[in-house]
C-alpha cells in the first residue's frame, strides 16, 4: 500500500499537525532523545531533535543540516534519504526494530520552545516525498516543528524511524484517508546505508 505527493508547498516544518503531549516520565524511549540547537532561544535559533543509534552514534534528519553544521559535528548525509548520522559517544537504552501495518507508534522529539514530547498514532503506509528519492512512511502521529529527527519507536518500544515532519491535507492510499498524516523514515529503508556507514548490522 503506497501512495504519492508532491511536498514541496505542503509540508509544513515550522507549524504543527496537532498538539502533543508534554512527556513527563522517563523511559528508556525518552532518555535515548536529545535536542539539537543553534543559536539564541526565542529569538533568533534553529532547533530540532536526535535520537540514538547506538552506543557511538546518533541518527537525525538530514534536513538539520544547517544545526549540524554550525555544532562543527562531523555528519554523514544520505544522498537521497532524509536522515544523517554523527558520531556521538552514550549508552544506547533502546534496540532497533521494524515497523509494521497498523502497529501503534510513539513519536519522541523537541518542539520548537518546548521540553521533550510524545505521541500516539498507527502506522499507515508507504509515501513518496517530493524532496526526497526514498520511500518514506506515514502516520497518525502528531508532529511539531521541533521534532524533525526525533525517534519513532514501536510497540515494542524499538526504534524504527526518524521523524521527518508532517503533510497537511488529505493523503488518501487504496484502502484509507488520513488527515494531516506525519511522515518519517523507517530505518530498515536504509539498512544498507546503516551498516555502511557504521559497520553494524542492525537487522540480523
Known amino acids: 500500500m503506497k501512495t504519492t505527493l508532491l511536498l514541496t508547498s505542503l509540508l509544513l516544518t515550522g507549524c504543527a499537525n496537532g498538539l502533543p503531549e508534554l512527556s513527563t516520565s522517563t523511559t528508556k524511549q525518552t532518555q535515548s532523545v536529545e535536542k539539537i540547537f543553534v543559536g539564541v532561544p526565542f529569538l533568533m535559533g534553529l532547533e530540532g531533535s536526535s535520537v540514538r543509534l547506538d552506543d557511538n552514534w546518533m541518527v537525525t534528519a538530514a534536513h538539520n543540516k544547517s544545526i549540524l553544521k554550525a ?53 499507515v503506509g508507504e509515501i513518496d516525498v517530493d524532496n526526497w528519492d526514498c520511500t518514506m512512511s506515514a502516520s497518525t502521529n502528531v508532529t511539531m516543528g521541533g521534532m524533525s529527527g526525533g525517534g519513532v519507536f514501536n510497540d515494542k518500544g524499538e526504534l524504527v524511524g526518524v521523524v521527518h515532519g508532517f503533510i497537511s491535507g488529505d493523503v488518501v492510499w487504496s484502502s484509507k484517508s488520513v488527515k494531516s498524516p506525519s511522515v518519517f523514515l523507517s ?18
Open 71 to 123: 555544532q562543527l559535528k562531523e555528519v554523514y548525509y544520505h544522498e537521497t534519504c532524509d536522515i544523517a548520522l554523527y558520531r556521538s559517544q552514550g549508552t544506547s537504552t533502546t534496540k532497533v526494530g521494524k515497523v509494521y501495518e497498523n502497529e501503534t507508534l510513539t513519536t519522541i522529539g523537541y518542539p520548537v520552545g518546548l521540553p521533550l514530547a510524545s505521541t500516539q498514532g498507527n502506522y
Open 187 to 204: 530505518l530498515y529503508a536504509v539498512k544498507g546505508w546503516l551498516t555502511e556507514m557504521t559497520g553494524v548490522e542492525y537487522f540480523l
